[in-house]
C-alpha cells in the first residue's frame, strides 16, 4: 500500500508549492519529529502526535495519550472513515485532507497549513476601539429606551394610578420623580400625593385645590379693588400677563405667591415690596380708599389711627378712630390721673409704702401693682376696680364685729340703699344741735338728714364714688344718683399686630407717657415716631428692621400675622385670651 | 487627521492652516463668552422670589435656550457626515459645537437656579454635564494624542507592525523546533498571544499582566542560565526572538492604548447625549403634566 504524501505552502506571492513524496505501507505516524511520516513545524504538535492506519477501506487515526485531533470537524482521540469518501484531519494549524480513493488504490494525503479560522483576525480595523465595544447605535437606544420607560411612562402610570385612588396611598408614586424639590414644611404631609394640588394634568395649580384644606381664608381685598390698586402694568409686565393668557393661566393665584418645591422650609417671611407694589401709591390708584400710603415703616407710614372711645350712645361705647397726630382723646368715662399715681412723693407712695407689705408694693407704686399682662404677654388684662384699685381706695364705711362693711361697687342705687340703712339702724343717740323729737315724730326725719347727707357727700365732690366716676345728678328731690359705665378697649390695634411680650425690655413708661399724664381721657398709646425710635423699613440701618409683615397680614384675621406665628410660636395659629385677674395675682404670688 | 485640525500649520504654499478651535479667529468662543457673561448678568439682576428656579420667566427662557442648543449641538453627528467648506464648513460647525456646548454649563446652571435633588430634572442636568464632560476629554485628547500616535508608528504603517509579529512568531516555530516538548509548551504561549484580544480595560491601561510572550520569556531566561550546549544556543535564539516580539507587541499595546483614549470617550459622548435627549423630553413634558 501506498500514501502519496503532498506538503502544500504558499509563497510570498501566494504561489501554490508542492512537494510530494511517497511512503510504502499501511501506518503513518504524525507529529513534529524529524522521524515522523507527516513531519507538521507547529508548535501545538506533540513531537509524535497521531497515528493513522489503512485497514481496507477504511482509514483510522489514534492519538497519543493526552492529544487530541480534529476528525471530520470533531474533536477526538481516535476515529476511523471509509476511504472512497475520503477525511480531514487537523492539528492545530495544520490540515491534513485525505483524498476519496477507490479501495486499493494510492492514497493522496494533501498536508497544508491553515490560518485558524476566524481566531486572529488581524487586520489594521483592529487597532480600533469599536473591534471590542457594543455599537454607540445599539447603546443610544437602549438609553433612550431605559430613560423615557423610567422618567416619562412610569411616572405617568402612577398618576392614572392616582386617579384610581380616593385617597392617596402611603407608598411611592413613580411621579414623585417629577418633583422639582421638597415641599415646604407645612405641606410635608403631601409630599407623596403630587395631585392634592396638581389635580389634572397640564393644568396649572388652581385656587380651588388650594380652598380644598385651606377653608377659612379670605381674600385680601376685594379682587376687583386689588387688581385696579395694581400700580400700572409695564411692558414687561404685559408680556407676562399674555403669556399667562396663552398658557390658561389665571393671574393673582394662590401658587404665585405660595411657591412650592423650594425646599422644606418655612414660608419666607413676605417681603416689604410685595405690599408696598400697591400700598405705597394706594391713594392714587384707590382715590376713594380709606388707606394712606404706607410704602416703608420707617419712611413712609401714616401715623397710627387706634380705635378708641370717642362717645357714648347711651350707656353702649362708640369706637372711633383718629391720628395720633391729632391729640385725640378717649372718653371712658374714668377719671384716673396717672402722674398722681406714679409719683414717687406724695399720698399715694406714702400709702404704697404703708401697704407694701400686704400687696407687694414698693417705695411707690409702678404700672404692674395695678396692670396685668395677659397669659401669652400680648396684652393687659382690662382694669378691674375689684382687683386693681381697690387695694387703696377702700369703699368700707362699718364695721359689724370683725366684719368690714364696703359700699357695692357698680350699683349705685345700692349704695344710696346701704347708706340710708346704716343711719336708720343706727341708735338715735343725741347729738349736738340736733333737733328733738317729738312724739307721733318718726324717726325718719332724724335718721334721712344725716342719710341724705352722706349720699349727697358721696356722689358730690371728694366722696368716694365721684373721684374716680362721672357721676349723673339725680331729679331735683331725688336721691336717685347714677354713674357713667367705664369702658376701655382691650386692643387699640386692629389692623395691626402688636405685641408686649418681645417688648419686655422697654419700661411702660419708655412708650406710654403715664409719668406726665394727670387725665385718663389722655390716650397714652406710643406714636409713630416713638416705634421709629428703634423700628424701620425692612432694609433700614434701624436696630429692628421690621417689614410691614411684621403687624400686618396679606389674610388677615384678629391673630397674629402669619410671619410671627412661623417664627415664634411654632405655626399654630393664636389671639390673646383674657383671663380672671385674681387668678392671674394668685399664681404670680405662688411663683413668687 | 484630528491632530492637524487643531495645531496651526504654515503650509508650503503660505496658505495657512486653522484649527477648529481657532476657526475665525475664535468667533465662537467670543459668541459663547458673550452668552454666558450675558445669562450671568440677567440672572444676577432678577429678583426672583423667593429665590431662582426653572420656572421664573428667566428660568424658562435659559431653559429654552438650553434645549434648543442641545438639539442644534446634536445634530453634528448628522452634519459631519456631509463635509463641505464655507461660512457654514464642518470646521465652523465643530468650532461652534464646543464653545456652545460649553455656553450650556453656564445656561443650564443657571435654568436649575440651583436646585438639585434625586428626580428627573437634575438627572436631565447631570447626563448633560456628562456629556460635556465627556467632550472636554475628547478636545484634550484630540490635542495631544494624535501627536503621540504618530511618534509611537515610527513611520510604521499598521499592517507592518501587525506583520512584525507574524514575521517573528513564523521565526519562533523554527527556532523552537528544537526545544524540548515542555520548552515548546513555553514558546507556544507567546504563539497564542493575541495582541487584539485585551477588552476595554485593558486596552486603556495598556497593561497585559497575563501577556504569553512575557511569561514565556522570563521563563525560558531561567532555563537559559541553567542549561548549556545546543539547548543554549537554542534557547538564546528563542530568547532573543521572543524580547524582539515583546517589543513589538509593546508598540501595537501602545498604539492601541492611544487609539482607545481617542476614542473612548465617543462612547459617553454620544450615547449619553440620546439618554440626555431622553432625559430632556421627560424634563419638559412632566413640567408642563404637572404645571
Redesign the interface.
Known amino acids: 500500500m501506498t500514501f502519496l504524501l503532498r506538503q502544500i505552502s504558499r509563497s510570498a506571492e501566494g504561489r501554490e508549492i508542492v512537494r510530494s513524496s511517497r511512503v510504502e505501507g499501511d501506518r503513518l505516524t504524525i507529529g ?1 519529529g524529524p522521524e515522523c511520516d507527516i513531519h507538521l ?4 504538535v ?2 509524535h502526535h497521531a497515528t493513522v492506519e489503512r485497514t481496507g477501506d477504511r482509514l483510522s487515526v489514534r492519538t497519543e495519550k493526552g492529544l487530541y485531533v480534529d476528525l471530520n470537524g470533531r474533536k477526538a482521540t481516535e476515529g476511523s472513515f471509509d476511504l472512497p469518501a475520503g477525511g480531514d484531519i487537523r492539528i492545530a494549524s495544520h490540515r491534513i485532507r485525505v483524498l476519496p480513493a477507490a479501495a486499493g488504490a494510492e492514497v493522496a494525503i494533501d498536508i497544508s497549513r491553515v490560518e485558524e479560522a476566524g ?6 480595523g ?8 457594543p455599537s ?1 447605535r445599539a ?6 429606551a ?3 420607560a423610567v ?2 411612562a412610569w ?2 402610570k402612577g ?1 392614572i394610578d392616582r386617579q384610581q385612588e380616593k385617597e392617596a396611598v402611603e407608598r411611592f408614586h413613580a ?1 414623585e ?6 415641599l415646604s414644611l407645612a405641606h410635608t404631609a403631601l409630599e407623596n400625593d ?1 395631585q392634592a394640588c ?1 389635580v389634572r ?5 388652581t385656587d380651588a385645590a388650594c380652598k380644598d384644606c385651606h377653608t377659612g381664608i379670605h381674600d385680601h381685598a376685594d379682587p376687583f379693588r386689588l387688581a385696579r390698586a395694581q400700580p400700572g402694568l409695564t411692558t414687561w409686565g404685559k408680556v ?1 400677563l399674555a ?1 399667562k393668557e396663552t ?1 390658561d ?1 389665571p393671574p393673582g393665584r394662590c401658587v404665585e405667591c405660595h ?1 412650592e418645591h ?2 422644606a422650609t418655612q414660608m ?1 417671611p413676605t ?1 416689604q415690596r ?1 405690599c408696598s407694589d400697591c400700598h405705597a401709591t394706594l391713594e392714587e390708584q384707590l382715590p376713594d380708599t380709606e388707606l394712606a400710603n404706607a410704602g416703608d415703616f420707617g419712611t413712609a407710614h401714616p401715623e397710627f389711627q387706634p380705635a378708641f372711645i370717642t362717645r357714648w350712645d347711651g350707656d353702649r361705647p362708640v369706637l372711633g378712630r383718629a391720628s395720633l397726630a391729632r391729640n385725640p382723646r378717649e372718653d371712658s368715662n374714668l377719671k384716673f390721673p396717672h402722674d398722681l399715681h406714679l409719683s414717687k412723693t406724695g399720698g399715694v407712695a406714702q400709702m404704697a409704702r404703708r401697704l407694701g407689705t400686704d400687696f407687694g408694693f414698693g417705695d411707690a407704686l409702678v404700672c404692674k401693682d395695678c396692670h396685668d399682662a395677659t397669659p401669652d404677654g400680648v396684652r393687659f388684662q382690662p382694669v378691674n376696680m375689684e382687683a386693681d384699685c381697690a387695694m387703696c381706695h377702700s369703699l368700707a364705711f362699718d364695721r359689724v364685729g370683725g366684719t368690714i362693711r364696703t359700699l357695692r361697687h357698680g350699683e349705685p342705687e345700692q349704695v344710696v340703699a346701704d347708706l340710708r340703712d346704716f343711719y336708720r339702724s343706727r341708735s338715735p343717740a343725741p347729738r349736738a344741735g340736733a333737733t328733738r323729737r317729738r312724739p307721733g315724730q318718726v324717726g325718719r326725719a332724724f335718721g334721712s338728714v344725716g342719710a341724705v347727707q352722706a349720699i349727697r357727700a358721696v356722689f358730690s365732690q371728694g366722696g368716694a364714688c365721684y373721684d374716680c366716676h362721672q357721676v349723673v345728678a339725680p331729679p331735683p328731690g331725688s336721691l336717685a344718683f347714677d354713674i357713667r359705665p367705664v369702658a376701655f378697649p382691650v386692643r387699640y390695634m386692629h389692623k395691626g399686630w402688636f405685641d408686649h411680650k418681645p417688648h419686655e425690655t422697654e419700661e411702660c413708661t419708655s412708650c406710654h407717657l403715664a409719668e406726665k399724664s394727670g387725665a385718663a381721657s389722655d390716650l397714652l398709646l406710643p406714636d409713630l415716631a416713638s416705634c421709629r425710635e428703634c423700628h424701620g423699613g425692612e432694609s433700614a440701618r434701624a436696630e429692628v428692621p421690621s417689614g410691614c409683615a411684621m403687624c400686618h397680614d396679606y389674610h388677615m384675621d384678629e391673630g397674629a400675622p402669619s410671619m410671627l406665628i412661623r417664627q415664634r410660636v411654632g405655626g399654630k395659629k393664636k389671639d390673646t385670651v383674657i383671663a380672671d385677674t385674681a387668678t392671674l395675682r394668685r399664681a404670680a404670688a405662688e411663683r413668687r | 487627521m484630528a491632530s492637524r485640525g487643531i495645531s496651526r500649520t504654515e503650509l508650503k504654499d503660505g496658505v495657512s492652516h486653522e484649527g477648529f478651535l481657532r476657526h475665525k479667529r475664535f468667533r465662537w468662543l467670543k459668541i459663547t463668552l458673550g452668552l454666558s457673561l450675558l445669562s450671568l448678568l440677567v440672572y444676577a439682576f432678577t429678583d426672583v ?3 431662582h ?3 421664573s ?1 428667566l428660568g424658562y427662557t435659559l431653559g429654552t435656550i438650553g434645549a434648543l442648543l442641545i438639539l442644534w449641538l446634536t445634530l453634528l453627528g448628522l452634519r459631519k457626515r456631509a463635509m463641505t467648506s464655507g461660512r457654514w464648513s464642518l470646521k465652523a460647525w465643530t468650532s461652534a459645537h464646543v464653545y456652545l456646548g460649553l455656553s450650556l454649563i453656564v445656561v443650564a446652571t443657571l435654568h436649575t437656579g440651583f ?1 438639585f ?5 437634575t ?1 436631565a442636568y447631570a447626563l448633560m454635564m456628562l456629556v460635556i464632560a465627556s467632550g472636554v476629554y475628547g478636545i484634550s485628547v484630540y490635542a495631544t494624542l494624535p501627536q503621540e500616535l504618530s511618534d509611537n508608528r515610527a513611520e510604521m ?3 507592518q507592525m ?1 506583520d512584525a509579529v ?1 514575521k517573528l512568531d513564523r521565526q ?3 527556532a ?2 528544537p526545544l524540548t ?1 515542555g520548552d ?2 513555553i ?2 504561549l507567546s ?1 497564542d498571544d ?3 484580544g ?3 480595560i485593558r ?1 486603556l491601561s495598556g497593561r497585559y499582566p497575563r501577556c504569553g510572550t512575557a511569561r514565556a520569556l522570563r521563563e525560558l531566561q531561567q532555563r537559559l542560565a541553567v542549561s548549556s550546549g545546543r539547548e543554549a544556543e537554542a534557547l538564546e535564539t528563542v530568547t532573543n526572538l521572543l524580547e524582539r516580539k515583546l517589543a513589538a507587541l509593546d508598540r501595537i499595546r501602545r ?2 492604548k492611544l ?2 483614549m481617542l ?2 470617550w ?2 459617553i459622548h ?6 440626555l ?3 430632556l ?2 424634563h419638559i ?7
Request: include cysteine; hydrophobic fraction near 55%; charged fraction near 15%.
Open positions: 513534529r513545524t507547529d508548535l501545538a506533540a513531537l481566531s486572529k483576525d488581524r487586520s489594521a483592529m487597532f480600533s476601539l469599536t473591534s471590542v465595544m454607540k447603546a443610544a437606544w437602549a438609553l433612550i431605559v430613560v423615557l422618567f416619562l411616572p405617568i398618576y411621579d420623580m417629577w418633583s422639582s424639590g421638597k403630587c396638581h394634568a397640564f393644568e396649572a395649580v407676562e403669556f398658557f393661566i411657591t423650594e425646599g419666607a417681603a410685595f | 422670589q423667593p429665590r428656579n426653572g420656572g420667566w436646585q435633588g434625586w428626580n428627573v430634572h438627572l504603517t499598521k499592517p501587525i507574524a519562533l516555530q523554527v523552537a523546533q516538548v515548546t509548551e514558546v507556544s504563539l493575541n495582541v487584539f485585551g477588552g476595554l486596552r498604539q492601541l487609539r482607545a476614542e473612548v465617543l462612547y454620544v450615547p449619553v447625549t440620546f439618554a435627549i431622553a432625559a423630553t421627560a413634558i412632566s413640567v408642563f403634566f404637572y404645571w
